[in-house]
């Protein structure tokens, strides 16, 4: 229990053992169960991988590596213990890489899927967030996971780290890093997880937030626009059918100037085609933009333009000084370095490999003879 509380910045007041006691419990259980299966597969773990492992805690819970022992002496914790429960999570990732095997493998195919998703999100917000993740794998734990929730979101307003909760009690995929799930973009989350990080500012936490996996609390740590991966860049040629309004135009101008552009490129398949329209009546111009960077673009015209493919036209866009379509001739993109693919498939592989620890780390407790002594 001490242990608990000091890496997750908590108080050691008897309601907070009291109320932290049945999940503990059930953490030390399965902290026990996955040594036995580690040993059983004779995996060890090297103790410089657990050397790093404490630097990072110390980080998490804002103490200076070197005084890590010190600090953990003031909260009646030895440094063994910090470093035996730091092995077994080690220890129980190597497990469960070895048991998934190819299951949690990741094709080349799935990088390029996802690196198109994200050069699609151009443009559109990205959230850097974390996560406690608390599964809900049957009825009957329904209300003590949403109990357990409920406590551990109001002990972090009351103060308690996040990332030092998360490392001890999410089963999320980024469980071991605080629960840091990195830059993610609009749409990525679950729906209902995407609504509520859309309407936080850095900082904030939300939750408990019920998904069909079950319940989850967020914390914000930033905003900004999406851009290509990777370093990576795409430059498109454009055609543009521009009509002009005069200035002050009235909204029914506006309208009618929409409908002749919309008329000027019905049926239109092609640059080629739009090209050889010329320019219209009514001083619709026809011209084309070249090759353009879409990293010059402003952010809302990135999110039109960057998912057309070649033939494809936006619709008709109002400006300041009158209506514009662009149409897309060609595209021309950068491919992901090397460095952006091998994060996407560990991303990738991390989450199907924290889907394989629950069932393996389930199957275990159904398996296992516990006994419970007061």
């Given amino acids: 229990m001490a242990l608990f509380l000091a890496t997750g910045n908590l108080s050691g007041s008897p309601e907070i053992r009291q109320r932290l006691a049945p999940e503990v419990l059930t953490m030390l259980i399965e902290d026990s169960l996955k040594r036995q299966e580690a040993r059983r597969l004779k995996i060890a773990v090297p103790s ?30 030895s440094i063994g213990t910090l470093r035996e429960q730091i092995e077994t999570e080690l220890a129980w990732v190597k497990v469960v890489t070895r048991l998934a095997g190819d299951s949690a493998a990741v094709s080349e195919d799935e990088i390029d899927e996802e690196l198109a998703r994200r050069r699609a999100a151009a443009g559109r917000p990205e959230f850097r967030v974390a996560e406690i993740f608390l599964p809900v794998e049957t009825p009957q734990e329904e209300q003590s996971v949403r109990d357990l929730a409920g406590r551990l979101i109001n002990e972090i307003r009351a103060g308690a780290s996040f990332s030092g909760l998360a490392r001890i009690f999410s089963r999320g995929p980024a469980a071991s890093n605080g629960g840091d799930l990195g830059w993610l973009r609009q749409g990525q989350l679950d729906p209902e997880l995407d609504r509520v990080v859309g309407t936080l500012e850095p900082g904030q936490v939300a939750g408990p937030i019920r998904s069909p996996r079950g319940y ?9 626009t999406a851009t290509i991966p990777g370093g990576g860049s795409l430059s498109l040629g454009l055609h543009q059918v521009f009509a002009p309004l005069p200035q002050g135009a009235s909204q029914l101008q506006a309208i ?75 595209r021309d993109e950068v491919a992901a370095d090397d460095e952006v693919r091998t994060a996407v498939r560990r991303l990738l592989r991390e989450e199907r490999l924290a889907v394989a620890s629950r069932r393996l780390l389930r199957g275990l407790r159904r398996d296992a003879l516990i006994e419970i002594r007061p």
């Fill in 256 to 330: 009618q100037r929409i409908e002749a552009v919309r008329s000027f490129v019905d049926g239109a398949a092609s640059c080629e085609a739009l090209a050889k329209r010329g320019s219209g009546r009514d001083g619709i111009v026809s011209t084309s933009l070249g090759k353009v960077d879409t990293r010059r673009l402003p952010p809302e015209l990135q999110e039109v333009v960057a998912p057309l493919k070649a033939g494809e036209m936006t619709p008709p866009m109002r400006a300041a000084d009158g209506v514009a379509v662009l149409m897309v001739c060609e």
């Fill in 48 to 77: 410089e991988e657990t050397d790093r492992m404490l630097m990072q805690v110390a980080s998490q819970i804002k103490v200076p590596p070197e005084d890590l022992p010190r600090y953990l002496v003031r909260q009646n914790v």
């Fill in 216 to 224: 989850h609390l967020m914390v914000l740590f930033g905003k900004r």
